[in-house]
Nanobody, 119 residues
Framework: QVQLVESGGGLVQPGGSLRLSCAASGSIFSINTMGWYRQAPGKEREFVAS?????????NYADSVKGRFTISRDNAKKTVYLQMNSLKPEDTAVYYC???????????WGQGTQVTVSS
């Protein structure tokens, strides 16, 4: 089992920045990838960014956030970060931390953190 705890959401004006954090605990040795998804009201949950622990630390981003969001990690703190710059109102959503672990790539989710971009 992997437990994930997110923090760092809030209210920000368009063009502003926020940094989300996701701390992992439990069977962290089995984690293959960690990343972020988001879900806006009335929409399906969508992929935002991910970080691979098994493929040379590769990263992937949704086209909608490329060049604005950066995913990174702190191995010592077993934490993954999402730095979000140049935020837009359409970035408003609940952001969920995700980990995929084990040989069967089980999905684990955090509780979610609200990000609201509004003037």
């Amino acid at each position: 089992q992997v437990q994930l705890v997110e923090s760092g959401g809030g209210l920000v004006q368009p063009g502003g920045s926020l940094r989300l954090s996701c701390a992992a605990s439990g069977s962290i040795f089995s984690i293959n990838t960690m990343g972020w998804y988001r879900q806006a009201p009335g929409k399906e949950r969508e992929f935002v960014a991910s970080f691979s622990f098994i493929v040379s630390s590769s990263t992937n981003y949704a086209d909608s956030v490329k060049g604005r969001f950066t995913i990174s990690r702190d191995n010592a703190k077993k934490t993954v970060y999402l730095q979000m710059n140049s935020l837009k109102p359409e970035d408003t959503a609940v952001y969920y931390c995700n980990a995929r672990a084990g040989t069967k790539w089980y999905n684990f989710w955090g509780q979610g953190t609200q990000v609201t971009v509004s003037s």
